[in-house]
């Protein structure tokens, strides 16, 4: 089982940035893919970005990508997702989620485990 813990989400003006982080449970996080999820109101749950368990390999989805970058750092059991140059359409609760293997995929029913999401809000 792994258990994840959102946070650093809140409210921004758009064009600022906010790191958000994601802490897991668990001896081997490395063996677990990572990855970003948003929701926005009314609005199906979509992937953002997500990094294999080395680190070494990282997909983001093209609305993000030069402006948002997901890092992890093992040691810690910590993911980060660092989103600069914040946009309105940014706005959503971003959920934290963990696949049982190693490596990045963008589909959502791949992941296995969901934190409980940090809402994010820009203002325009």
């Known amino acids: 089982q792994v258990q994840l813990v959102e946070s650093g989400g809140g409210l921004v003006q758009a064009g600022g940035s906010l790191r958000l982080s994601c802490e897991a449970t668990?001896?081997?996080?490395?063996?677990?893919?990572m990855g970003w999820f948003r929701q926005a109101p009314g609005k199906e749950r979509e992937f953002v970005a997500a990094v294999s368990g080395s680190g070494s390999s990282t997909l983001y989805a093209d609305s993000v990508k030069g402006r948002f970058t997901i890092s992890r750092d093992n040691a810690k059991n910590t993911v980060f997702l660092q989103m600069n140059s914040l946009k309105p359409e940014d706005t959503a609760v971003y959920y934290c989620t963990a696949r049982s293997k190693p490596f990045v995929t963008r589909v959502l029913t791949s992941y296995d485990y969901w934190g409980r999401g940090t809402q994010v809000t820009v203002s325009s």
């Open positions: 668990g001896r081997t996080f490395s063996r677990y893919a």
